[in-house]
């Protein structure tokens, strides 16, 4: 009889509403925002969201709250949205698609009907097709998802679709019918279901082949991924390198996985994108271990690249494969592990002769107009230690390759999806997930045009932003490919914006002189944020650009 009473007290104290429950779980795994937007059919879990120790943040739009959790993710190890149904949910699919894509860690939770609302299918507002259409569409771009219609099986879907979002490092969706979130049910203590171990065998053969190929090399290289970067694994590539000597390039959407002032890291490689030097070094190389790595058109300088796999071992979560055959049952972690504890031989330090005698430094000439080039020369001087780069696609992106990161993770760009208008969203994720960091926003002025006016809410939440428009009036990228009128847009005054959000500094920039002005009153001005309007020649370009051109013209 005692005994009983017990456990029915327990079963009691262990009792919690499915919505307090989500709460719980967002704490567990270091949310302290979650971005959104109300609707009706979330106000009740909004309603517990605000008596809980985590902040709201409250963007103008739904997409742009995804951009900015997507950034939380990468910069935190885990970030969420929360919006209403579809006319939320459905705005946010090409972010969260966009983090599917580059392994972003986002949980989205969406508000929905009442799971009584739902019986006899009524004409509810927000209602597409049926009452699945929102879930059926975010099944294709999240890697778990979970209707919460019963409290019987919510909890330990809610445990599900977290565990899957941190270990496969890509969005989950939660849809919470607006009449589940007060129901109570029981929390489980279940364990996080840890990812399956490696066979030992298969596991030992693999790092055995791996090791002999790297020793019996001449001049081995890694390519280093995005992945060391979203797993933590940034540590273990450091120690191959330091003990072994062999150098490292990075892919693109890995820029800054390591620290790019380190003196084994040779650039970015992206086939003709990148340096002639790095694309040499990596293409000579008769071993390439590539760890972590996405070949994506992207990484590869839009297929420019040269990289054969008879000479490459290719690890990352999804596979591990040595020259043409891959080995089943190994985890990256392990492989990497395995390599780390293996006798690989220290080589001598290689000759990187285009690192040595760069001058960080550049003189500015005051009267000279602003060219691509001189913009990003003058900001590789101004990057401080504590700086992120948040950068949009087109020439802000492509300019980035020759930025030198001062520390890992420093670089935030959707570098394979490519999506305009992720910038200056992500940039408020970014900053609030790493309040010591200053964010600078590289954004061509299309992008900008798309979800600039996001900075009302760098400026509600006190953020202070430097954010770079490369105004090269229009689609200056999609100019270099096909002209046309269709590439033109507004002209926009956009160092007046401050007048129009009620706080912030802007500079119209014409000339080296300006530039190097309004960067130090930006690094200055840390109670808000300040835009600088850099006046470019419409068809001018990066470096990165012009390689890629001068590459492909003589494909043709
Ligand atoms: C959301 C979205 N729409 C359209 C495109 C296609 N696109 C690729 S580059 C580009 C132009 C970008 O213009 P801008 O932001 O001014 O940068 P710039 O190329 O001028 O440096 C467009 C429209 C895209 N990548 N993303
Ligand atoms: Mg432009």
Request: proline share 4%; hydrophobic share 40%; glycine share 8%.
């Amino acid at each position: 009889m005692e005994q009983r009473k017990s456990v029915t007290e327990e079963k009691k104290q262990n009792a919690v509403a499915i919505g307090e429950y989500l709460l719980e779980k967002l704490q567990a795994y270091n949310i302290k925002h979650v971005f959104g937007i109300p609707g009706d059919y979330v106000l009740s879990f909004y309603h517990l969201l605000e008596q809980s120790p985590i902040q709201h943040i409250g963007m103008t739009r739904e997409d742009a709250a995804g951009y900015a959790a997507d950034a939380y993710a990468r910069v935190n190890g885990m970030g969420a949205v929360c919006i209403t149904y579809c006319v939320g949910g459905l705005s946010m699919t090409n972010s969260i698609a966009g983090a599917y894509a580059e392994k972003s860690p986002v949980l989205v939770i969406s508000g929905a009907p009442g799971m009584k609302e739902r019986e006899k299918d009524p004409l509810l507002h927000h209602k597409v097709r049926s009452f699945l259409t929102q879930k059926l569409i975010y099944d294709q771009i999240t890697v778990a998802s979970a209707l919460l219609d019963d409290p019987i099986t919510a909890f330990d879907e809610i445990d599900r679709v977290f565990d899957s979002v941190a270990r496969y490092k890509r969005p989950g969706y939660i849809e919470l019918p607006r009449d589940m979130v007060d129901v109570k049910g029981r929390r489980h203590h279940r364990p996080a279901v840890s990812a399956a171990p490696s066979d030992p065998d298969v596991l030992r053969a693999a790092a055995t082949e791996a090791v002999d190929f790297i020793n019996a090399s001449e001049n081995p290289v890694i390519l280093a991924g995005v992945e060391l970067d979203r797993f933590g694994f940034q540590d273990k590539l450091l120690r191959l390198m330091e003990t072994t000597n062999i150098p490292a390039a990075a892919t693109l959407l890995g820029k800054s996985v390591i620290g790019e002032k380190h003196p084994l890291y040779l650039g970015i490689y992206e086939g003709a994108m990148g340096r002639f030097e790095v694309r040499e070094f990596v293409e000579s190389s008769d071993c390439v271990i590539i760890l972590g790595a996405f070949m994506t058109d992207m990484n590869l300088g839009i297929y420019t690249a040269n990289l054969d796999r008879g000479r490459s071992i290719y690890a990352t979560s999804e596979k591990i494969a040595i020259k043409y055959h891959t080995y089943e049952d190994v985890t990256f972690n392990d492989f990497l592990d395995a390599l780390l504890a293996a006798v690989i031989r220290q080589r001598q330090l290689p000759a990187l002769p285009w690192l040595e005698g760069k001058k960080e430094s550049v003189a500015i000439q005051p009267d000279s107009p602003m060219t691509v080039r001189r913009l990003f020369d003058i900001l590789n001087a101004f990057i401080i230690d504590d700086m992120m780069i948040i950068a949009d696609i087109g020439d802000s992106l492509f300019g980035s390759i020759d930025l030198k990161m001062h520390q890992r993770a420093d670089f935030v760009s959707p570098a394979y999806y490519t999506s305009m208008g992720f910038a200056v969203p992500a940039s408020i994720g970014a900053q609030l997930g790493r309040p010591d960091q200053r964010a600078l926003v590289l954004v061509g002025d299309g992008a900008f045009q798309m979800t600039g006016m996001e900075l009302s809410t760098s400026v509600r939440f006190g953020l202070n932003p430097i954010v770079i428009v490369l105004n090269n009036h229009g689609y200056g990228t999609e100019r270099q490919l096909h002209e046309g009128a269709f590439n033109d847009i507004g002209e926009w005054h956009y160092s007046q914006l401050p007048a129009v959000l009620g706080s912030g500094r802007g500079f119209v920039v014409r000339t080296e002189g300006e530039f190097d002005f309004a960067l130090k009153e930006a690094l200055a001005n840390t109670g808000s944020f300040t835009i600088l309007d850099v006046q470019l020649d419409k068809l001018d370009r990066s470096p990165a650009l012009m390689r890629l051109a001068e590459k492909l013209s003589k494909k043709l």
